[in-house]
């Protein structure tokens, strides 16, 4: 009633006014979106160029000073045996974790997706791993694994399957075991809800017509139902790997590139010597090497997305 | 018959036990948290090869010692506050920064505003540890090292993307007939914002604001590189980094700020994640 009241009181006024604004509809979109633009671009945009010119330059974190080196910072860094350790570690942490990703989480989905006593329940559960704050469950984690106290030693020994000692941050191999782990068991719940949600968007008679057609379980599974999900695995697993292959705090914290720098990724490797050793020029040159992923995935995402819209 | 009976059964048997499974999986660190935080340390620190000793369960009464020491003898509290602080105030610029851009991008640019949408979500890509290293040279240009609002100016760089293209997302599903019948009444574009829009887009800015709240819960890497000084870290970086006495680890209070820290997030951030993840899959999942 008020707004009535108000409508036609306005109304007056707006015979006046309401060419000029409809006129100026653009220009209020512009002027609404300016603001969060600027950010986006003074704070994400010239960082990042700024980042490809930290990375020719000799820059220190001590001074402010400039200067171009060129490519030395590369030869550099592609010289670096610890690099080509880092680098490697990254796509072998991001493709096994994110390969164990794909399995548990459309296994968890199809769960979640059944109707069971106490589900919702179980999907609060689940999702424990992704909603706490990174570096507070990479410290459980650490403890989790600590060399004298470690509960999984315990009941691997209890269970009979561990003779020897297991000094997971102090072995290489099992550092990288330890790492891996932490992945899958953050972002398995990520993907774990994303296909849930890709689940939920498919019309359920294609399943029932498949197995009205007498499909058995396997064949609907993997005829049917698996590649009708296949674009939203994909979306979740892109975003699996950004992730996890730009994550500085899960290695940070378990291991801090130990033992003998054998599980240094990119990204901390670059905090190494970007940050502590105060070698921003390098440091920018060798976090540079994950903007190719990036842009990979960036195109990926866009093509699944265009292709799903053209399909409906 | 029976056979059929069978098979029903067994599939119920494999359903709880991987939901069973799956649970223990993503719940054993925080049970085991939860243990740590109030376990005596004569029934802490015992040692993993006393294979007599099980250290799943409370062997001694719980105690309150450790919650009691990281309230009243660790900073846990500054910090707490801190992150409020900081929190607080990457709402408000994202605030009014992220809504009027989405519904700019939603209802006022067409064409091009689509594809600048998708621009911008895609900044949201880009990760900290890509920007960390010129973030380091800038903010020391500013003269911000160690500074709380070094914290401030850099995390709307992706609470902004993120929650402008949530915005988005959220505008769009709101039909716009009633919008252009408040026009049509003769409201302008402005108005119909001021008194149409905004009071429909409630439920949409309050996941703003849990998303950027959480989004700074979240980092770790920023607040390493920017901060060095105990008293002036977040929660997310002091515990992790500060909580220790020379070389040793305190456990028991370690784990209760983790376990006290993480429970009201996740269960907070529990109940807005459908919208979170509609969000980002807007894309993929369209019709």
């Known amino acids: ?312 | 018959m029976t056979s059929r009976r069978v098979l029903r059964i067994a599939r119920r048997v494999v359903l709880y036990a991987a939901a069973t499974a799956f649970t223990v999986f993503a719940v054993m660190p925080f049970y085991w948290m939860m243990l740590t935080s109030f376990k005596t340390n004569r029934d802490l620190y015992v040692g993993a090869t006393d294979l007599t000793h099980i250290p799943w369960i409370f062997n001694q009464r719980p105690t309150l010692e450790h919650v009691q020491l990281l309230l009243a003898h660790t900073p846990y509290a500054t910090w707490v506050a801190n992150t409020v602080f900081i929190g607080a105030l990457v709402v408000l610029l994202t605030l009014i920064t992220a809504v009027p851009a989405g519904y700019s991008l939603a209802r006022l640019t067409g064409r091009w505003g689509e594809q600048l949408g998708i621009g911008i979500f895609l900044t949201y890509l880009i990760p900290p540890t890509l920007l960390f290293i010129p973030f380091a040279r800038v903010i020391a240009m500013l003269g911000l090292q160690n500074s709380i609002w070094a914290l401030v100016l850099v995390y709307p760089t992706f609470t902004i993307p993120f929650c402008t293209w949530l915005m988005m997302g959220f505008f769009r599903s709101v039909p716009h007939e009633i919008e252009d019948q408040a026009m049509v009444d003769g409201f302008s574009r402005a108005a119909v914002i001021r008194k149409i829009v905004l009071p429909l887009a409630v439920s949409g800015i309050l996941t703003v604001i849990i998303f950027a709240f959480t989004l700074v819960m979240q980092d770790f890497v920023y607040a390493l590189t920017f901060i060095s000084s105990v008293g002036k870290m977040t929660v997310s970086l002091g515990v992790p980094v500060a909580l220790v006495r020379g070389d040793v680890f305190y456990w028991g209070s370690l784990m209760a700020a983790c376990l006290i820290t993480s429970v009201p997030i996740a269960v907070v951030y529990n109940l807005f994640i459908d919208r979170f993840i509609a969000g980002l899959t807007a894309g993929a999942l369209k019709g």
């Open chain 1, 1 to 312: 009633m008020a707004l009535r009241n108000e409508a036609s009181a306005m109304a007056t006024l707006a015979v006046l006014r309401h060419r000029t604004l409809a006129d100026r509809e653009d220009l209020l979109g512009r002027l609404m979106l300016a603001p969060a633009m600027a950010y986006v671009l003074l704070l994400v945009g010239a960082p990042l160029v700024l980042a490809v010119l930290l990375s020719f330059s000799s820059a220190t974190a001590g001074n402010l000073s400039f200067s171009w080196i060129g490519l030395r910072n590369f030869a550099t860094i592609v010289a670096d045996p610890q690099f080509h350790s880092a680098l490697s570690n990254t796509v072998v942490f991001t493709l096994v974790s994110q390969a164990l990703v794909i399995v548990l989480a459309t296994a968890a989905a199809f769960v979640l997706d059944a109707a069971f006593v106490g589900r919702r329940l179980v999907r609060f559960l689940i999702l424990l791993p992704w909603a706490a704050p990174v570096s507070l469950a990479a410290m459980a984690w650490t403890w989790i694994f600590d060399s004298t106290f470690s509960v999984i030693n315990w009941t691997l020994k209890v269970a009979g399957f561990l003779h020897g000692w297991f000094y997971w941050f102090g072995d290489p191999g099992l550092a990288k075991i330890a790492i891996v782990t932490v992945h899958v068991w953050r972002t398995f719940p990520f993907a774990t809800v994303v296909v849930l949600a890709g689940m939920a968007s498919i019309p359920r008679d294609i399943s029932e017509a498949a197995v009205i057609d007498g499909a058995g379980f396997w064949r609907k599974l993997f005829q049917v139902d698996l590649p009708l999900l296949l674009p939203i695995v994909t979306v979740a697993v892109l975003f699996g790997v950004v992730f996890t292959s730009t994550d500085l705090g899960i290695v940070y914290l378990l291991t801090r590139g130990g033992p003998y720098n054998s599980t240094h990724v990119l990204a901390s490797l670059a905090f190494q010597r970007g940050i502590l050793g105060a070698d921003l020029g390098q440091g920018a040159a060798i976090a540079l090497f994950l903007l190719p992923v990036l842009i990979v995935v960036a195109v990926a995402m866009l093509r699944v997305a265009r292709r799903t819209e053209v399909g409906t």
